[in-house]
C-alpha cells in the first residue's frame, strides 16, 4: 500500500458492540479449547497473544489504543515486546492454560477470555479487554478468594484523580465498567413500544436511537438509516419512515441473535453484520452460526478487521512521521540559509578592501602625515588585505553551505513524495548520518541502523517500453548507489534540471536504447523531482561515466562534464508507473 500515494482516511470506524459480537463468532469454533503458547507487545496499547488450538496456531492482537481499541486475529507477527512487563506477567499468569470461554456481557464492549488448566474445568484466570474509547483498558484477573476477582496485571492504571468513579490498580477488586444508558434491545419489542422509545426525547433521530437503547453506535446508526433522516428530528419522521427504519432495526437484530455476520465495507467504514437476502450473495465470505465461510480464511472478517485498521494505523503513523522529518528539515534549512547568507555578506564585503585601501593611501599622501594618521592607515591596510585573503575561505564556505542547501531541498522533495514507512525510515537515516557522520560526537548513540536498513539499497526498478532497466533512486543512498555502483560504460543518468529530485539510469548498456527508451527515462526524472507539479520539466541527461563525485559533497550529489537537455512529462510516468504494479 502506498500510503503517500492516497489521502488519509477522514475518520476511523471504532469497533462496536456489533463488531465485536462477529469477531467473537468467528473465534469460538476455532478458538475453543486453544492454549497459550506466547505473549508478547507490539507496542505502548497492543498486546498480542498465540494460541495453539487442533488447527495450528492462531495469534490475536487486543488494543486498548484510545482512538482505535480493537481485539481481532492477526497474521503471525514479528518476534517483538517479549520482555514488557505486562507481556511477562500475561506469559506468567496465563502460560499453558488452555482458553475455554470466551464471554461478552449484554451489550457491553467487553470481552472477557477464561483460561483454565485443561478443557472442561472451570475459569482460574480472566483476561479482560474493554473497549470504550479513552477509558480502554486490559485486566488480567484472578479470584481474590471472597467470591470476587481481583486484578492481577493491566495495560494501565487509573488513579483518582483520573477517574472518580472506577480508579483501578494492580491488586484492587474488580469491578465492572458503569452499566450503559439506555434499554437493551430486543425482538420481542413491539414496534409501537420501540417508536415511544425513540421518540421519548425531542432529538436528532442518531441521537435519539443512542439514548434510548443500548449499543447503537454512530456507524451501526448509518447502517440503519440514511444520513439526512439521522439528522432529522424524531417529532419530523413520517409514518413510511418510522416502518422502513423499524424494519431495518428488526433486520440487524435478527442478524445479531442468528449470528449471521459478514463483512462489507460501505463508505469509509464497514458492517460486519448481513441482511438475508446478502447471504449468499456473491462478495465478502459471511461467517454462519457454526463458523463455516465461504471464503479460504477461516475468520474472514477479522481478516478483514485487521486489515482495515492496520492500514489505517499505518496511515496514522507515516503522517506523524512525515511531519516529524518535515520540521526537522525544515529547522536545517532555515539554519543553513541563515549561515550561507552570513557567508554571502563576508564575500560581498570584500570590494570594499579597494576603499580602505584609498582611504589608507590618502592618509600617507599628506606632506607630513602624523604618527595617528600613519597608525590609522597602516590598521586600513590591514583590514584591506585581510578581506582579499578571506576570498578564497569564505567561497569554500559558501559552496559548502550551497550544497548542504541543495541536499536538505532533495530531502524534502524525497520527503513530499515518500509513499511508505521503510521510505521515510530510509530518510531519516539518511538524514542522521548526514548530520552525525562517523567518528563525529554522538554518532555512536545517535546511529542505530534500523532493521529494514541493512543490506544493499532497493531502488525502484522498472522496464522501459523496449525491455531495457531503469532505476530510480528514492533517497540520497539510493542515488549514490544507482550511479556509482550499478551503473555501467554505456548506461545513461536523466535528472531535472536544476531542480532537486531523483536520479533515474537508463541501463542502456544491455542494448541500444531507442528514443521511446530514452523519453521514459526522461518522464520518470521529471515526475521523481520538485517540478513534478509542471505539465514540461528540462531533463539533462548524460552517460554514466562522465558523472563526478563532488569532493566533500554528501552522498548522491553529482556533476557532470557534459549532457544533453530533454523534456519530461511527469504524467505521461503515471502510466509507466501503473502498468508495471503488481
Known amino acids: 500500500m502506498r500510503l503517500g500515494s492516497s489521502a488519509a482516511m477522514a475518520s476511523l470506524q471504532t469497533l462496536d458492540v456489533t463488531s465485536l459480537k462477529a469477531v467473537l463468532a468467528e473465534w469460538r469454533p476455532l478458538l475453543l479449547p486453544s492454549r497459550l503458547e506466547k505473549a508478547q507487545q507490539a507496542d505502548p496499547c497492543t498486546i498480542q497473544l498465540a494460541l495453539r488450538h487442533l488447527q495450528g496456531v492462531q495469534w490475536l492482537a487486543l488494543s486498548w489504543q484510545a482512538e482505535a481499541a480493537r481485539v481481532h486475529a ?28 470466551i464471554h461478552q456481557p449484554g451489550w457491553e464492549r467487553v470481552v472477557e477470555l477464561g483460561f483454565a488448566r485443561r478443557p472442561g474445568e472451570p475459569p482460574r484466570r480472566w483476561l479482560v479487554a474493554e473497549l470504550m474509547g479513552r477509558h480502554s483498558n486490559l485486566l488480567l484477573l484472578e479470584p481474590d478468594g471472597r ?34 444508558a439506555g434499554d437493551p434491545p430486543d425482538r420481542q419489542t413491539s414496534m409501537a413500544r420501540w417508536q415511544q422509545q425513540v421518540a421519548l426525547l425531542p432529538l436528532p433521530l442518531e441521537q435519539a436511537l443512542r439514548a434510548a437503547y443500548q449499543g447503537i453506535s454512530p456507524a451501526l446508526a448509518r447502517q440503519l438509516a440514511p444520513g439526512p433522516w439521522l439528522r432529522q428530528p424524531v417529532g419530523d419522521l413520517e409514518p413510511r419512515q418510522w416502518e422502513s427504519l423499524w424494519q431495518r432495526w428488526q433486520a440487524w437484530l435478527e442478524a445479531v441473535e442468528s449470528e449471521r455476520f459478514g463483512w462489507r465495507r460501505e463508505g469509509d467504514g464497514y458492517r460486519c453484520w448481513c441482511l438475508r437476502e446478502e447471504v ?9 452460526r457454526d463458523g463455516e465461510s465461504a471464503g479460504p480464511s477461516p475468520m474472514p472478517i477479522n481478516t478483514a478487521l485487521a486489515r482495515y485498521y492496520g492500514n489505517w494505523l499505518a496511515s496514522q503513523a507515516f503522517q506523524r512521521q512525515q511531519h516529524q522529518l518535515q520540521q526537522q528539515l525544515q529547522r536545517l534549512l532555515e539554519r543553513e540559509t541563515g549561515q550561507a547568507s552570513a557567508q554571502q555578506a563576508l564575500l560581498d564585503a570584500v570590494p570594499e578592501s579597494e576603499a580602505l585601501q584609498r582611504q589608507a593611501d590618502a592618509l600617507l599622501s599628506q606632506r607630513q602625515p602624523s604618527r595617528a594618521c600613519i597608525a590609522a592607515a597602516q590598521k586600513l591596510y590591514q583590514q584591506a588585505r585581510k578581506r582579499r585573503r578571506s576570498v578564497a575561505s569564505i567561497s569554500a564556505r559558501l559552496e559548502h553551505h550551497r550544497h548542504r542547501l541543495a541536499w536538505l531541498e532533495a530531502s524534502l522533495t524525497f520527503l513530499e513524495q515518500a509513499g511508505s514507512l521503510e521510505e521515510l525510515a530510509a530518510l531519516g537515516q539518511d538524514l542522521d548520518d548526514h548530520l552525525h557522520p562517523p567518528g563525529g560526537p554522538g554518532a555512536a548513540a545517535r546511529r542505530s541502523p534500523p532493521s529494514g536498513r541493512s543490506g544493499e539499497p532497493r531502488p525502484l526498478e522498472l522496464r522501459s517500453p523496449n525491455g531495457l532497466c531503469l532505476q530510480v533512486g528514492r533517497n540520497h543512498r539510493q542515488n549514490e548507489w544507482v550511479v556509482f555502483r550499478q551503473a555501467r560504460r554505456g548506461d545513461l543518468w536523466f535528472h531535472a534540471q536544476e531542480l532537486p529530485g531523483s536520479h533515474v539510469v537508463l541501463r542502456s548498456s544491455e542494448q541500444v536504447a531507442e528514443e521511446a527508451d530514452l523519453q521514459a527515462a526522461a518522464d520518470l526524472a521529471a515526475h521523481f523531482s520538485r517540478g513534478r507539479g509542471n505539465r514540461r520539466v528540462p531533463v539533462v541527461m548524460a552517460p554514466t561515466d562522465q558523472l563526478q563525485r563532488i569532493p566533500g559533497a554528501a552522498p548522491g550529489t553529482v556533476r557532470h562534464r557534459s549532457a544533453e537537455v530533454m523534456w519530461g512529462n511527469p504524467e505521461r510516468a503515471l502510466t509507466l508507473l501503473a502498468a508495471q504494479q503488481p
Open 147 to 180: 467470591g470476587g476477582r481481583q486484578v492481577v496485571a493491566l495495560g494501565r492504571q487509573v488513579r483518582g484523580r483520573q477517574s472518580r468513579l472506577r480508579p483501578i490498580a494492580t491488586g484492587d477488586p474488580y469491578q465492572a465498567p458503569p452499566p450503559l
Open 280 to 288: 449468499g450473495a456473491p462478495g465478502p465470505a459471511v461467517a454462519s
Open 74 to 101: 492477526i497474521d503471525p507477527p514479528p518476534r517483538q515486546g517479549a520482555g514488557s512487563t505486562l507481556a511477562q506477567q500475561l506469559q506468567h499468569g496465563l502460560g499453558g492454560l488452555a482458553l475455554v470461554e
